[in-house]
């Protein structure tokens, strides 16, 4: 009791240090500042469903990161800084903060005077002017390459930001400053989705006339954002215990393994058979085992409809499987426990349990089936 007292100060020390003491497993506060353009900025709800990138990062991060979305649409690197929306930036940033630094579409203008920067020396020393803000202040500068156009010459997405690009990598290079190449990483996204897919992920919005190759759609953000974030991870950036999403996204460098046509979409139909009732049950099935075809696929997947009388006799498993009832009621017999069954019942049998399942009621019994094949 007489020792009371001396809690007093921890404690209130604790709860100063901004919401450290109700929040005790958030990681450190860390902000990431954006300077950008149109592909980058915050659009208001009314402009649904066009969005910038920056607008989608929250939504990767836990609430020990803030994201100041500094970006501008129309900006380039000159007139962000000459108009004086670098001083938002300059007032955000604090040591030990990311600012995230892209530009290029509107620099690339050549016939904008006001904006207009050639790539070799204009553009490179403007954007270093970013660099030099958040070293000034102790914080991390992150280059970003320009987020592709969605551009498609015979059916092969080609880059159109070329000199920008490479002078942002120069500098990036020569500067020792951290490189999320968007640019590159946003174009074999592009290439991943193909010509036609690709479409739905930029604005092209028939009912608001917008047919946009350049500015995102919501869901076009998002992947982006997501390309940003998994590039903040690979630099070390961004701890993963800040993530609340997984950044498993786009297509790395060295996936080239596509066969064609090995991945398809087949309907049950093609695979319609009638089947007497299995191990031993009554009456007659319908099964449909979809991709039986298909050699050294690892997966059985089977729909099977038992009409009234049907059922599948008992037996024991060697091996691990899971039925799903679709529709239709069952009695169900696990290990000599009977049950009654019906939709959404998901039913694991492991190996070395025994099992039978009887349509019962007047509707079918309609199963999902699943387990891996034995090799
Ligand atoms: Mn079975």
């Not at 108009?83 to 938002?88: F, L, S």
């Not at 951290?178 to 074999?188: F, P, T, W």
């Not at 000599?336 to 025994?354: E, F, Q, W």
Request: contains cysteine; charged residues 25%; glycine residues 10%.
């Amino acid at each position: 009791m007489r020792r009371l007292w001396t809690l007093v100060p921890a404690l209130v020390l604790s709860l100063g240090t901004s919401g450290a003491f109700a929040q005790p497993r958030l990681a450190p506060p860390l902000r990431i500042v954006i300077a950008g353009d149109s592909t980058a900025s915050d659009y208001e709800a009314a402009r649904w469903p066009r969005r910038g990138w920056g607008q989608e990062l929250p939504g990767f991060v836990d609430a020990s990161v803030e994201v100041r979305n500094r970006a501008q649409s129309g900006r380039s690197a000159r007139s962000f800084i000459e108009q004086g929306w670098i001083y938002d930036v300059a007032r955000d940033l604090r040591a030990g903060d990311l600012l995230l630094i892209q530009f290029g579409h509107n620099d690339e203008k050549a016939d904008d005077p006001a904006r207009y920067d050639e790539p070799q020396q204009a553009f490179p020393l403007w954007l270093r002017q970013y660099v030099e803000l958040a070293r000034a202040v102790g914080a991390t500068p992150v280059l970003l390459t320009p987020v592709a156009r969605r551009h498609f010459v015979a059916g092969r997405a080609i880059d159109r930001h070329g000199p920008y690009a490479q002078a942002v990598r120069a500098l990036a290079r020569r500067e020792q400053v951290a490189l999320i190449d968007l640019g590159a990483s946003s174009l074999r996204w592009l290439s991943g989705l193909g010509e036609d897919a690709s479409r739905a992920f930029y604005l092209h919005v028939p009912e608001q006339n917008l047919r946009d190759d350049t500015h995102f759609h919501q869901r076009g953000a998002a992947a982006v954002a997501c390309l940003v974030v998994q590039g903040l991870r690979e630099q070390g950036l961004l701890d993963a215990a800040r993530l609340r999403r997984d950044v498993d996204c786009g297509i790395p460098d060295d996936l080239d393994t596509v066969v064609p046509g090995a991945s398809r979409i087949a309907r049950d139909g093609d695979y319609r058979r009638s089947q007497p009732a299995p191990h031993g049950g009554g009456g007659s099935t319908t099964a449909y085992a979809l991709f039986e075809d298909v050699p050294d696929l690892g997966i059985v997947l089977r729909r099977r409809v038992l009409p009234p009388g049907a059922g599948i006799g008992l037996h024991r498993h060697v091996h691990d499987e899971i039925y799903y009832v679709l529709s239709g009621r069952g009695l169900y017999v696990l290990d000599g426990i009977s049950y009654t069954v019906g939709p959404g019942d998901a039913l694991l049998t492991r190996a070395g349990s025994s099992h039978a399942l009887q349509q019962t009621g007047d509707a079918e019994l309609v199963l999902l089936i699943n387990y891996a094949k034995p090799r």
